[in-house]
């Protein structure tokens, strides 16, 4: 019996100490925050042991997280689902059942998932659009694209940009009844950063004439030059997207090459060639000094002109869309922006409010004390209460602005 107990509570104290990561004292309902975290982790362990043993590549075994979330196309009494395609990509395409008087708005979607991992289909996604398509009144289409490490760059870019491209024509528009004047071009996280990709590449292409009125980017990934902003370092280990999973991701949408992951890990992948970028991503004059804190800044390059050409997307505006200059920022159209204290990725967001506002673009900049990818936990059983608040003040701004 004593052994038994023994046992028993020596596993109790390794469980707790698996699960329990410290959070920060603001974080709200952190018990939940570190249950969905020890979910995360564990499918990455796994993944890692797979790898490892030759078993499986690790993103493979994290697609585990997106069958599992997996929902049919299953319509209600707001909103009719269909999945389909524009221009042979796969969407899933929402539109609401009540009568409009007037043509409707329009919000074409792009999922996260650092381009490896997700599709439209996923619960938290379904649920998403769903919402927005019946509080809007809104058709909305829900791009999915190919994803890496199988396809890379600039394979989701296309694929985003194709179904963009078909929608924003006027006979399609036409066809679903779409007011070309009324439309948003949305994402979160790698879809954030495909969204923002997407709206700067409307703007220079001709055989385009109707363009976005609006575009809201959720927590993006914008650059991949600097992976050692001050976000990165106080960041690194907080829950839900860790430094080196983002840095995975990264790495992987170029290309399967260990030797990039390892590079980028270091932040010793900067480029010599890219010494003329830097001052976009120079964030000693970007971000606000609560987030500087005590660190310090270096633009030193240590890459070859030979790295450069191995991947060259890392500098692509398509995959970048904080590399270029403020002529092309101010072409954008009026902007939402929403950012997260504990995020690695916040820094990113945080310059692009900053660069979009000098180019004399619109901004509204939404900053929260929480987590990558909260905006998705307003379901069981990841219900968070400030993803309601994020998600409804993210609808109201559409709902405004759209």
Known sequence: MATKLLCFLLASVLIAYYVYRPLPENIEEGWKVMILDTVLRSVGHMAGVAELLGLNQYMEVMMLLTAFEHTAPIS???VTVTDTAFNNVPVRLYVPTKPSKKLRRAVIYIHGGGWCLGSPAMKAYDHLTRWTADRLNAIVVSTDYRLAPKYNFPA???DAYAVAKYFLQKEVLTEYGVDPNRICVAGDSAGGNLAAAVTQQLQDD???EVRPKIQALIYPALQPLDLDTPSYRDNSHMPILSKSLMVRFWSEYFTVD???FNAMSSNTHKLIESNHLLRFINWTDLLPEKMKKIHTYSNIQSGTSEFTKKYPGILD???APLLVDDAKLSRLPQTYI???????LRD???MYAQRLKKAGVQVT????DTFHGVLLFVSSPANLSIAHKMRNEYINWLNEKL
Not at 338 to 344: K, Q, S
Not at 365 to 368: T, V
């Open 76 to 78: 209600d009494e707001n």
């Open 156 to 158: 989701q870019f296309e």
């Open 206 to 208: 001709i055989e385009v």
């Open 258 to 260: 260990k030797a990039l």
């Open 317 to 319: 505006p398509r995959a």
């Open 338 to 344: 929403l950012t997260c204290m504990y995020d690695v």
């Open 348 to 350: 990113d967001g945080v």
């Open 365 to 368: 900049h939404d900053h929260y």
